[in-house]
């Protein structure tokens, strides 16, 4: 199943052309403030199948506790942060869900550094919820995997 | 009440705790801010002193057609607060506060609107979409507003 997304302006529209591999919600500190709210929500998917159908998203770098460098594609127009690539690998996006049209339609899989977690925002029941990170062969699902095998051979 | 943006560009400073807080669901802030929802701080913009960096503001289309300017920081871009064009009013986006869960929401707004998964927080209201201030807002924080706003 597709999903389209968009800015908040319209300038940048895009499509996940699949199901992301998988969907992380964020309680971290610099999620948080980069969205200047509770958490992020992230779909991890193959840059490949995220086609850009108009506008041009423009990076912005973020520094990292790691070193690693992050980047921030934001509209160039109205400033919305339509996806991160962590690591500058061009090869896989850590694109918003609150920029789909269907934004409620991908649930996170996990909820993640939630020893930051907000006190009063509830996670849903059954929440595979981590304190800090989680183990990927552990919880990705197989298919999932052998995406992220065939496209980074890190797992 | 200390905060600032992600790159540590601009630091701010609330004078007072924000008069009422919102957790909204509209598809507006959920784009703006990249998350299910904003934490909306209303708060006089006499009480947010600026330390260090200048924020800049965005003017952003609104469904109403009335203006809404979005200050962000110039170099990483974290929203940082809104001016919806009430005289003195602002609206802190509460996660750029250092301690971000020191005002939790007293409403959620625009719940037509809410991602089905998340849940909201027990003995908050939620409203639909907006709601009448004065049946909401305690009295003594409205007559703060009305202070500053001269009654809107």
Redesign the interface.
Known sequence: MTHDGSCFCGAVKFRLECEPMFVHCCHCTDCRKQTGSAFAINALIEAARVTLLTGAPEAVEMKTDSGRPHDIYRCPRCLTAVWSDYGRRKTMLFVRVATLDDAGAIVPDVHIFTRSKLPWVRLPEGARAFEIYYDMAKEWPAASLDRRRALLGDV | MLG????GRVRYRLDAAPMFVNGCHCT?C??????????NGVIEAAFITVLTGIPSP?R??TDSGGPHDLY?CPR?????WSDYGVPGIRIV????LDD??AF??QAHIYVRSK???????EGVPAFEAYYDMEAVWPAEMLERRYRTTGGL
């Open positions: 600032g943006c992600f790159c507006d959920r784009r703006q801010t990249g998350s299910a929802f904003a934490i965005l952003l289309r962000r990483c871009f974290s929203p940082l986006k509460l996660g750029t971000a869960g939790p929401p991602l089905p998964w998340v849940p909201l927080p």
